[in-house]
């Protein structure tokens, strides 16, 4: 045996182990797509402007006081009038033009005015927008973590979508409840405490008719749910008339867990910070025995009546089902959402569909493997048997570099190693086909099979460059499964251009000088 | 077994007609699309929302169809999904106006109410997730464990909701109390607990998707991009690589192909969605690929005798590689019928277009690319016979002919095909 064919033959056993290595177990190597195992796929986006009309009503209040402050008793307040989520415009008094544009500039520097008689626009800049807007995303994407962390699903992906972008792509896999993963993740979670004055009442107007028709400006109108009593369903609306302003809120808690009430029935327990406690003792004994409405995302959940004052801690009842208050645990102890949000896709699929999936896919490709064996063999004798080795090692490459680069399998992928079955003895073909060819022409077999590899290379690189760019693009456009397809045929591809022309090679040349006297070959 | 193994067929001599009838081919598979029957646009690209659920006593899709109108889903679309499963159906709703949310949960409501009348308890096992089944376990404590230790309790009633998904898993959909008997972890307490708070409904939901318009016209938009870039690429690269009366030769035949596969896709009314995107991109390189492998023995004919004309050239190109094209054709061709036949629901489109794509493009690489490519050679000929005798006059008698055929690179390829005589 000469010194190169040992040393190629030494390359390829290095190939092939190392490859068996990464693939081996492949129930715990192979990365399966949420298509083939089941799971939930998520676009989400972020409402940013949710986040910058916040801010913008925030400012155009605080300008308001500000100016009401310095332009000395008896001075209006400002009316705003909002244009968009990034601008708002004020219409002041004659003389308090200057002074409002001083004020704006010393301490709103990121809102441009624009001062058209006694009306001034005021205007978000470009760049504070864009901080506010990227803000808003990470805070999101921070909250949506702690939650999912929260649910115990293993290995999922949240991740930013593209850069500077306003989505949030979520994967769970084995996951597949979408409407409670929805519900867990949208719930902006603001939760409030606030003094009922009036309530709870069936219908809005019996509550407006003690106010004669209008509320003063400090109070507000709330719906919250009747629940039945043994279900839990809801079964009504009512209406309670609350304080507009929380004292305590959501960030004023430290922890909240899922617990059980005095009738065993599920409840949430919390614990405040201490300031947080501190400010809730002073609420809870300034109204003793009025309700304390426990609101959350605008929305009453119970309200119960305070008995005493109350600091560190306490609880929600609303009578809850067990899913439902592991969740609102779930919410509260990870905050609240700084800007809403909503589902531009959702992807789901049941474990028993996937399961289906692999079982027809694997399938698909035995029979596949079996058909092409088989011509391979019926066409070209014993050296079909060496283009199926180096198929088989081919299919080895393609999942060992899956495993290896961490790459998902998905249905599609499946389809990509059987499509690259197909293809990748399309080389051998090339080459064989050649090596006939310098056979009638009365070559000797060894000389016939140096040119047929020669001559066949500049063919086989060119199909598989064309076919390699047609992945490329796939892999550019696709998402998700359709990706996992474009990286398979990539990996078979390549892996194709080293089993037909190298190991092919080496396996002719091995046979060749194991025989003495070489004066044909099996090539059909 | 050896075939076409002398082959001398006069691919070239009809070219006029193969032209015109795979010109007419190509139309007709347009016309199909635009005129006749649309392509079938799914979720993927038209947005929307997309159901796929498994009865325990499958109705017919024509009950299904009356049933959901009924309730008010009108314009729903409903298929049975898959041939092995007559069970399965997959119900289908457009955008409704530009609402980023999608209608799985009136689907589902409206099934629920076709075919799970009068359940009052939330939780149906045959659509439950694992959480929500351990929750409501919890709650109803059959066991007792809560006294003892509240997590532990949680996590043992967790590992039978994972139990009873994982017969849900096996089964598809659950058919009775009885198979749940079997789930691991399943005590008669447990059972009776499920029995008093839940339910076994009539189907299972096994898959849901939905797009919302921003995503579907971003798809739509890249989906097309993507295959434009793709053939205007496989141009470049045949234009690099050998020279442009081949890619265009190669690029008409691949057109040709990707009209007529989707004529034919369409008339099939297999649903259009990203993995039909996938597969088109796939049969562009394959397509490409035949035509490749014609041009590359041209090239090295050329360097081996400059004296044939080119018909010739190309015509025996094509005939010697006649029995790789054949084989490569058979190999793949047998690969996609697996995926055709066995490769289940999803992948079917994908797998019809490859299957009918090979046949297709095998035609196209032996009677189109060529003709096509000695068509527009005789034409560039023609032009430039017609300019040449001005270009000589002016050139004072220099002959002709002294201007090479291939205008790029042709010194390069000369030195290389120098080389590599012997």
Redesign the interface.
């Known amino acids: 045996m000469n010194k190169s064919l040992l040393w190629r033959g030494i390359l390829i056993l290095v190939v092939t182990i190392l490859m068996a290595v990464a693939f081996w177990p492949p129930k715990e190597k192979i990365k399966l797509g949420l298509d083939l195992r089941g799971g939930i796929h998520l676009v989400l986006r972020v409402k940013v402007e949710d986040a910058l009309r916040s801010e913008r009503d925030k400012v155009a209040e605080r300008l308001s006081q500000e100016a009401q402050s310095s332009g000395g008793p008896g001075q209006p307040a400002l009316q705003s009038q909002p244009l968009s989520p990034t601008s708002f415009a004020v219409t002041v008094p004659a003389g308090a033009r200057q002074k409002i544009l001083d004020v704006a500039t010393a301490e709103f520097a990121e809102w441009q005015p624009d001062a058209q008689g006694n009306r001034i626009t005021f205007r978000l800049k470009e760049e504070e927008r864009r901080r506010l807007a990227d803000l808003a995303v990470n805070q999101a994407l921070q909250t949506i973590d702690n939650r999912i962390n929260a649910f115990g699903v293993a290995e999922p992906l949240i991740q930013r979508q593209g850069l500077g972008g306003d989505r949030i792509v979520v994967q769970l896999p084995g996951v597949d409840d979408p409407e409670r993963v929805k519900r867990l993740l949208k719930s902006t979670a603001f939760l409030e405490f606030r003094i009922v004055e009036g309530g709870p009442a069936a219908s809005s107007a019996e509550l407006l008719a003690s106010y004669n028709g209008t509320l003063p400006p400090n109070l507000e109108l709330l719906e919250g749910s009747v629940k039945d009593e043994v279900s839990g369903k809801a079964i009504g609306t009512q209406f309670y008339v609350v304080q507009k302003t929380a004292r305590v809120t959501g960030r004023d808690l430290k922890n909240a867990r899922p617990g059980l009430g005095q009738f065993n029935d599920p409840i949430v327990e919390f614990t405040f910070t201490h300031e947080g406690g501190q400010r809730f003792g002073e609420l809870t004994s300034a109204n003793v025995g009025k309700g304390l409405a426990i609101v959350l995302d605008h929305r009453v959940v119970s309200a119960p009546r305070i008995e005493t004052r109350i600091t560190d801690q306490g609880i929600i009842r609303g009578q809850f089902t067990q899913e439902e208050v592991e969740d609102l645990s779930t919410v509260l102890r990870t905050g609240a959402l700084p800007a809403g949000i909503e589902t531009l896709e959702e992807r789901t699929v049941g474990p028993s569909l996937g399961q289906d999936s692999i079982r027809d896919g694997v399938r698909a490709g035995v029979v596949g493997a079996v058909l092409v064996v088989l011509m391979m063999v019926v066409v070209y004798h014993l050296s079909g048997i060496n283009a199926i080795a180096a198929l088989a090692l081919n299919v080895l490459i393609i999942f060992g570099g899956l495993a290896y680069f961490g790459a998902t399998l998905t249905l599609p992928g499946i389809a990509g190693v059987v499509l690259t079955m197909g293809m990748a003895v399309d080389a051998n073909v090339l080459i064989f086909e050649r090596i006939r060819e310098e056979l009638r022409a009365g070559r000797t077999p060894r000389t016939s099979i140096e040119e047929g590899f020669k001559r066949a290379f500049a063919s086989v690189i060119d199909t598989h460059m064309t076919t390699l760019i047609a992945a490329l693009f796939l892999f550019q456009f696709g998402t998700g499964p359709v990706r996992g397809f474009a990286v398979t045929l990539m990996i078979g591809l390549s892996a194709s251009l080293f089993t037909a022309v190298f190991v092919s090679h080496w396996l002719f040349d091995l046979e060749l000088s194991l025989r003495k006297r070489v004066e044909s070959i099996s090539i059909g | 077994?050896?075939f076409f193994?002398n082959a001398n067929y006069d691919f070239l001599k009809y070219r006029k007609h193969w032209a015109v009838v795979s010109t007419l081919l190509s139309l007709l598979g347009l016309a199909v699309v635009v005129f006749h029957k649309g392509l079938n646009v799914g979720i993927d690209f038209a947005g929307g929302t997309q159901v796929?659920a498994?009865f325990r006593q499958p109705p017919t899709a024509d009950d299904l169809r009356k049933s959901l109108a009924q309730a008010g889903l009108g314009d729903a679309t409903i298929q049975g999904y898959g041939t092995e499963n007559p069970d399965q159906f997959m119900i289908r709703t457009r955008l409704q106006g530009n609402k980023?949310?999608?209608q799985?949960?009136e689907i589902i409501g409206a099934l629920d109410r076709i075919y799970n009348p009068g359940q009052?308890s939330?939780v149906d096992l045959n659509k439950?997730?694992?959480?929500?089944i351990g929750?409501?376990l919890?709650?109803a404590d059959p066991l007792q464990l809560?006294a003892a230790d509240?997590t532990a309790a949680r996590d043992a009633y967790g590992e039978i909701a994972q139990g009873i998904?994982g017969v849900?898993?096996?089964?598809?959909v659950i058919r009775d109390w009885q198979q749940l008997s079997s789930a691991k972890g399943m005590t008669p307490e447990v059972l009776q607990a499920l029995k008093q708070r839940s339910y076994v409904g009539s189907y299972?939901?096994?898959?849901?998707?939905?797009?919302?318009p921003?995503?579907g016209a971003e798809?739509r938009q890249?989906?097309i991009?993507?295959v434009v870039?793709?053939m205007l690429?496989?141009l470049v690269?045949i234009w690099i690589?050998f020279e442009l009366r081949f890619g265009v030769g190669a690029v008409i035949a691949l057109t040709h192909d990707v009209l007529v596969t989707l004529g034919l896709y369409a008339l099939f009314g297999f649903e259009f969605n990203?993995?039909t995107?996938?597969a088109f991109?796939?049969l562009?390189?394959?397509s490409?690929?035949d035509s490749?492998?014609v041009f590359?023995?041209v090239r090295?004919m050329l360097r081996k005798s400059r004296r044939v004309p080119f018909e010739k050239l190309l015509n025996d190109s094509v005939n010697?590689?006649l029995?790789?094209t054949i084989?490569?054709a058979?190999?793949?061709?047998?690969?996609?019928?697996?995926?055709l036949?066995?490769?289940?629901e999803?992948?079917r489109g994908?797998?019809f277009v490859?299957t009918v794509g090979v046949i297709v493009g095998t035609y196209s690489s032996v009677f189109v690319a060529a003709s096509f490519a000695l068509m527009w050679e005789n034409m560039v000929q023609r032009r430039r016979d017609r300019q040449a005798p001005a270009a000589a006059r002016a050139a004072e008698g220099k002959p002709r002919d002294a201007k090479p055929r291939e205008d790029k690179g042709a010194g390069e390829r000369k030195a290389a095909a120098a080389g590599r005589r012997r």
């Open positions: 077994m050896r193994q796929v498994q980023e949310e999608g799985e949960q009052q939330p439950a997730g694992a959480e929500g929750a409501m919890f709650e809560k509240i998904l849900r898993r096996n089964v598809g299972a939901v096994l898959s849901r998707e939905v797009v919302g921003t995503v798809l890249r989906g991009l993507a870039m793709s690429a496989m690269y690589r990203l993995t995107i996938a991109l796939t562009v390189g394959y490409v690929n490749v492998v590359d023995r090295e010697m590689t029995s790789r084989l490569t058979s190999s793949v061709f047998l690969a996609c019928l697996a995926l036949f066995l490769g289940g999803v992948l994908f797998s490859m």
